[in-house]
Each structure stands twice: as C-alpha cells, then as structure tokens.
C-alpha cells in the first residue's frame, strides 16, 4: 500500500471512529475544543497503534477500528445496566473481570464479543501478511503522533476537563472530550490526585466495645418495591434500632468499593476527586485518614471478613491499608456452604458470631457479604426461576443472617452494636423503587433490652454512608438506652 493509499484509509477510518465515537455520547459543547479533543484523542490512538504494529495501515485500522467499537459498546451496556458512562478506572478492572467473568455482566452469547474477537484475530492476521510502509513514512507518522498526544496531553489536562472528570460527572466529560476524549482525560486526573491523605474525624473509643457492622451485598428493605418479600429479622432490628431509614450510597448495580470506602473511611465519595469511581486505587495514600486507621491506631482490634478471593478489588493490598489487622477471606470460607454461585449469608453469620466471641474488645468486625452479588441470571437458584425471584429468595437469606447476629451477639456481655446496610441497590428494574442511590440501614444496641414503645416512636433518618460507622462507634460509646 502507498504513502496516500494508506492516508486516505486511515482518514476513512477516523472518520468511522468518531462517528462510533459520537454512539457513546453526542457533544453538547460549543467552540474548537471539544471537536479538537476528540479528533485528537482517535488520532492519537490511530497513530500509536500504527506505531506499534511497525508501520502497517490496514493492521492498525482494524485494530483502532476494534478498539474504539469495543469501547463503546461497553460503555453503551454500562449505561443500560448500571445508568453509568464508562471511565478510565473501569478499563484499570479487566484483570478482574478476566479473572472472575461470572461476576459481571458478560456472556459468551453476546454476539458483539464474537464480533470483537473476529476483528482482533482479522487484525493479528493483517500484522502477520502485511508489509510495512516505508521507514520514511513511518516516521512521518510517528512525528504527527508525537504532536497529536502532545497537544491531546495539553488540552485533556486542562482545569476545565479534569474538575469535569474529578467531579465524576462522566456524561458531561463524553459531552465535551467524546468516550476517547474523556477516559485519556481521566487518566491523566489521576496522576494528579492528591496524594497525601484527606483526614477523617477522629473516632471515639470505649474499652469494652464491639462494633459488628454487616454490609449486604444489594440489599433494601422488601418493603420499597411491589412484590418484596417480608424481612421479619431486619423489621425487628429497626424497631429496636437507635437509627435506622435510608442510606445514601455512592452508586447504583455496582462499584461495591465506593461504598465500602466511604462507610470504612468517613470520607465523602464526592470529596475523592478522580478517585471517587475507584477509592481502592489509592488506598495507601487516604488510608491513613480513614476511621478504620483511626480505630485501630486507638487500640481496637480490627478485623474485615469477605468470603471472597481476597485479590477482588486488590483488597489484599487495601485492607491493611485501611487499618484491618486481619483479613478473613475466601480461603477461609472454602468448605462453606452457598446459596446459587457464592457463599451463603448463613455462613458469613457463624463466622462474624465466632470472631465476635474471640476477639478481645474493644472490636470492630466488618462483614461484606457475598451471597445477592449479580448478575441475576434466570435459573441460578433453580429451574424456573427469573433473576427477580432469585433475588427476592437472597433478600430472605440476609434477612435469616440478620436475625441470627442478632440472636447471636445479644447473648454477648457489654457493649454490641449491630449495624447492618446494603452497599447499593441491584442491577434490576424493582417496580416502585425510584430512589437508585439509596439503600436501608439499622443501627442497634443489642446488649439493652427493647425499650416499649420506641418501635411507635421511631422516626426514619436518612444518613450519608461516610457518617455511619462514626454514628455506630459514637452508640458504642453511649450509655445504654441513652
């Protein structure tokens, strides 16, 4: 192929590419900028994929033309799941999905993940028989890339993209830099996070103390959407609750680690700039602020159980951070019992009511359960059952936990606080629930007695998931019934 040949396929080819590009998400802002970011983040990635394959134009088409298909279908599905655009962290999770696939929304049936891995293949053929351009044109190539990343780096790095990224506002920086656009943008805003830590309260501390904070994976009370089943353990621990209402979390479907950071922390997911999509990624850096840090540093024993492979999110590096002396993981859950594709509720109650007898006070144990994790596929707790039902049954289970903690650590001497809350709200259409970033809590002292008549007394109160663990440190530390 000619120098020009090979000049007027790759325009072709970019001009494809915006035009996929403007599937993801059509610009709404007005002036230079916003064509210029996105022509210069297809180009740059156009021109270093033509780098990279030695100066072959049809292999570095198809290549970039797989890439940027690939991503917008991605971030297309994201939005129709989670109602959320794609962003650089996610791209920094494929180890993760490559590792666990079951755990997220892919499946072998999709047409469009044959259609990318034809393309792919098409693309190492095309590197394999085709001949390279001349040296001389390559390096042209190189130079106009060189300049195309320079001024993309220039542009995408300004105060403007990046407090659009560090806001988390993902569509309005589509609207402006297109998917390309924004996700270098994100890249280069987090090299540019702060690095020293964001200092979180100071938590309170009592000797005999023990915090016993549950956080169930997707849950809500059965009440908040049409057909939810009764949950008789979780009405009972909010009657006698010294709080209990709405939470507001961080996310909807997913991104568990937004809200376990904000709960662990005290830090407001807002407050976290280009790390709100991903806290865990600079856990080193803010764990020092964190209350769990705090806690611990006061001289409780800290101790996080996830019966889970303990690299999911890279939590065997965060936990420490965080202050978690401890780590019950998966491995210690491998002869557990469970509930469709993960370990039960059931056994992450025997386990945190084992810890909690052990472990000298005062104590936190934080438990983030497994068993209501999606996807929700039809027929994983049985023959004929939706993704609904399946749901609605592992509602029943952490409701049976509930009650079991709660049986279990009343019998406990001193102070013992159970605070239990979901994380987010499922990846489902519940009929009747509008308020996506919000889930349910309770947070009780077990070892008083129900106080007659608090049920009818008590209030709903909404609460921010960064105020909860101090709220449940500051009721261990309260008198009783106080």
Known sequence: MTAPVALAAALAALAVGLALDAVAGPSRARGWRAPALRLLAHAALLGGLFCLTLFRPISSIILYLVAVATLVAASRGKRRILRERL????????????????????????????????????????????????????????????????????????????AQDAAGEADRAIAEAGLLGSLYAGALALRTAPDAPLRAPAPLADAQALIVAVQCESFLSGERFAGGPALPAFAALRARARSSGRLETPAYGANTMRAEFSFLSGLPNARLGALRFNPYLASAALGPGALTRGLRDAGWRTIFVHPNDARFFDRDRVVPDLGFERFVDGADFARASRAGPYVSDAEVAKKVLALAAQTPRPALIFAATMENHGPWRAGRLGPGKTGLDCFKEHLVNADRMIGALCEGLARLPGPVVLCVFGDHLPALDLPGVDDLLATDYALARLDEPPEPGRAERRTERRMRIEDLLAAAVACAAARPAD
Do not use: N
Not at 102 to 109: I, N
């Open 87 to 162: 962003v650089v962290h996610d791209l920094l999770l494929i180890r993760q999905i490559l590792r666990h696939p079951r755990m997220y929304y892919t499946s072998k049936r999709d047409w469009r993940v044959w259609a990318i891995a034809a393309g792919t293949l098409a693309a190492l053929g095309a590197i394999a028989l085709e001949p390279p351009l001349s040296a001389a044109a390559g390096l042209s190539v190189f130079c106009a890339f060189a300049a195309a990343l320079a001024l993309l780096t220039t542009l995408g790095a300004s105060p403007a993209t990046c």
